[in-house]
């Protein structure tokens, strides 16, 4: 999930630094290479045992020696960008988080009523990652808690990218007991519905709202938050499934995705992670994750792809930020459910 609105562009900056190396694969294999079991394994063990040292170090992984909850380094969150995955990722592979560690992060967390609805959004998703009710929250320094569901829902989504629009209905839609209040500014519909009527011409998405800057990361996650939402609007379910497709002709010959820039393929484990947890909304979409070839020619699987980043001491192979990358990729490899469809996704908890 992406931040907030000023690392919106950011966030996707960070994917777009990424190398352009993809998995080494069997070009001359009959068929498309899947992840095994044991792959799957060995990789998300692997990765998982990395980003373990990365909270008990309190360490921005790679490109930064920033640690992930810090005020002095990040001033209006006190997080990292990515963090809300990275906790989730590490809760998905059944890490259990001590209480020193939810002080720490409860501590640093940067929130109040003017946050932006990204940073709100994030916090939501990552305050439960660790077992803390968002609805009954109470800030560092504040004398009074606060619900961050209700102050999310009173953000206009007006003015806001397709990528904080679509983080939010992630976020309100994550927990059924989370209720909207009765002064919001939008609901789970008309936040579906707007996103939808933001899809453009070649049915994907852009942060920009341009047919020329769409994208797999912002269309993925778009589709992802349609279906969460659950609308039943005609136009809504006819965008996700349009958006399903964009994602089925994006992917590369490596099962990979990315993006392309002046004619180049720029495949990266975090877009690829991103389609995946995209693919995993409807069963029919489901098989091609890591079962069956998208397209023709192609030698790997997106899941196959995605784990074939992942270095053997657990990083992510040219990943610009770990927090980010440890958490998309984990989350992704949840999404793949072993082999086995299942309607709730990853971001769901209740």
Do not use: C
């Not at 360490?59 to 002095?72: E, H, N, V, W």
């Amino acid at each position: 999930m992406f931040k907030m609105n000023k690392v919106m562009t950011a966030s996707l900056t960070a994917v777009l630094a990424l190398g352009t190396l993809v998995p080494v694969v069997d070009a001359g294999a009959a068929s498309v290479k899947t992840a095994s079991k044991g792959y799957r394994t060995s990789k998300t063990k692997s990765a998982t045992t990395y980003a373990k040292k990365m909270l008990k170090a309190n360490k921005d992984g790679l490109t930064s020696k920033a640690q992930i909850f810090s005020k002095s380094a990040y001033p209006t969150t006190g997080t990292a960008a990515g963090y809300s995955d990275f906790l989730l990722g590490l809760k998905k592979q059944g890490y259990k988080f001590t209480t020193s560690q939810k002080k720490l992060v409860k501590k640093n967390l940067v929130v109040s009523k003017k946050s932006d609805p990204a940073v709100l959004a994030n916090a939501i998703i990552g305050l439960q990652a660790i077992g803390v009710n968002p609805t009954t929250y109470k800030p560092a320094g504040a004398k009074k808690s606060m619900n961050l569901v209700s102050t999310l829902y009173k953000k206009s989504m007006n003015k806001q990218t397709v990528n904080v629009q679509s983080t939010t209905l992630i976020a309100v839609s994550s927990n059924k007991t989370f209720k909207k209040p009765s002064k919001a500014a939008f609901s789970k519909s008309s936040l579906s519905l707007k996103i939808a009527k933001s899809q453009q011409a070649n049915k994907g998405w852009a942060y920009n709202n341009t047919v020329a800057s769409v994208d797999s990361d912002t269309t993925a996650v778009a589709v992802n938050a349609l279906a969460m939402g659950k609308s039943k609007n005609k136009t809504v379910k006819a965008a996700a499934t349009a958006g399903r497709s964009y994602l089925k002709k994006a992917v590369y010959k490596s099962g990979a995705f990315g993006y392309t820039y002046n004619g180049k393929e720029n495949a990266n484990a975090n877009s690829t992670a991103e389609a995946i947890m995209g693919l995993a909304t409807t069963k029919a979409a489901f098989k091609n994750i890591n079962k069956t070839a998208l397209t023709s020619g192609q030698t790997a699987t997106p899941l196959r792809a995605m784990l074939g980043y992942v270095k053997s001491d657990g990083t992510v192979k040219d990943a610009f930020s770990m927090t980010l990358a440890y958490g998309q990729v984990s989350l992704a490899a949840s999404a793949a459910h072993n082999g086995t469809y299942t309607n709730k996704l990853v971001y769901t908890f209740k």
